[in-house]
């Protein structure tokens, strides 16, 4: 079982300091935030804290560039709080900063990953990430698939709990794969290929229909014999896309439009069958652009796919950066029913793995 922060008193948070562990690896272009969906995520979990006078220290990493410092105003102004941004995540400025802070005050820390103790969950280095707090939170679902210390080692030092955003990642997902079989839609597409093969593995006795696009249904073109020319594939798949290709609810497609001798999108009477299947459905959860959907001309069959999830009365589910990404650009994330934050930590879940954040916050 899984504590939820909703279990937490007004009485049991005013004045506690909460490190919050959160996923602000944003993307950065010109130094700016191009994509804000994983700050509006963690909104509220960190707008129930602070109005119940809470101190809370939010914690992440990023990639795109070193420190967070740069982007400090673009987050600040996002969230719609106050905030300080303190340049370490452990040491004295932290206990100093928390020391003097009032109920209700926020801060942001430095890049975790400026540390070699994070990913290798070291237990030390998380014991020294917890001492000044009083309370662990994580809400950052998409960074749970990873045993690093301050998702899954922090939780031995401090009495842990799981943001809105976490509770509500596991119960769509759960729901994902508990609903019953009928009427229930998969699509997976992107160019991460080894981490869809174990979601469609553990959909072909959970879902209705399986429909394949992008890099992954290269796979199964090939393994059926199809010369993919320059396509994106991994050989090491064959073997088991020629099993997966006796199931009758899988689909992949029946044309694509080449270009450059590469498969960049599904063609017209594959997305015609994709829609019509959706049409059906009763749920149906996205991974993966069916084409190279960052290039106009090649965004046809994901424009359909998304036009007909949101076109219909079916409960959505859609998740991966790339497919958010898309939609976003498309004006459509209002639309689908639950939007996940996680890509990798999704299809992990998905493919029915405990993942290393989830399992640390059981009792």
């Known amino acids: 079982m899984i504590k939820s922060i909703a279990e937490l008193t007004k009485k049991e948070l005013s004045g506690k300091k909460v490190l919050l562990r959160v996923d602000f690896n944003v993307p950065v272009v010109d130094g700016k935030i191009s994509e804000f969906y994983r700050l509006d995520a963690v ?3 960190i707008d129930y804290l602070i109005s119940r006078g809470a101190v809370v220290a939010l914690l992440s990493h990023i990639t795109a560039i070193s420190s967070f410092e740069p982007i400090f105003n673009d987050i600040k102004e996002r969230l719609g709080q106050e905030m300080k941004f303190i340049y370490d995540c452990i040491g004295p400025e932290i206990k100093n900063n928390l020391s003097q802070a009032k109920p209700g005050e926020m801060f942001l820390l ?3 990953r400026k540390y070699e103790g994070e990913e290798k ?34 939780t031995k030092f401090l009495p842990s709990y799981a943001g809105f955003l976490l509770i509500k990642e596991i119960e769509n997902l759960t729901k994902a794969i508990k ?18 093969f174990p979601v469609v593995k553990n959909f072909l006795d959970k879902a209705e229909n399986i429909l394949i696009g992008g890099a992954v249904a290269n796979v199964f073109l090939k393994a059926e014999g199809i010369d993919i020319k320059k ?6 798949f064959l073997e088991d896309a020629l099993e997966i290709l006796k199931e009758k609810n899988l689909t992949i497609p029946s ?8 498969i ?16 059906k459905s009763k749920i149906v959860i996205w991974n993966g652009p069916l084409g190279k ?3 106009p001309e090649f965004s046809r069959g994901s424009e359909r796919i998304a036009k007909a999830i949101t076109g219909s009365d079916v409960f959505s589910i859609v998740g991966g950066g790339d497919t958010i990404a898309f939609i976003e650009k498309m004006g459509l994330m209002d639309k689908f029913g639950f939007i996940s934050t996680g890509g990798g930590a999704m299809l992990e879940f998905l493919a029915g793995a405990k993942l290393p954040g989830l399992i640390a916050l059981e009792i």
């Open 264 to 279: 960049l999108d599904i063609g017209e009477k594959t997305a015609d069958k994709f829609v019509e299947i959706i049409c």
């Open 179 to 196: 609903t019953p079989r009928e009427g229930k839609t998969i699509i997976l597409g992107g160019a991460k290929i080894d981490t869809k």
């Open 231 to 236: 396509s994106l594939a991994e050989d090491k």
């Open 293 to 295: 959907a960052e290039i």
């Open 110 to 112: 430095q890049n975790i």
């Open 121 to 154: 969950n070291d237990e030390e280095f998380a014991k020294t990430l917890g001492v000044p707090f009083d309370i662990y939170i994580n809400d950052a679902f998409s960074e749970s698939h990873r045993n690093y210390a301050s998702v899954a080692a922090v």
């Open 43 to 45: 909104k509220e979990t």
């Open 255 to 262: 044309d694509y439009v080449i270009s450059d001798n590469m």
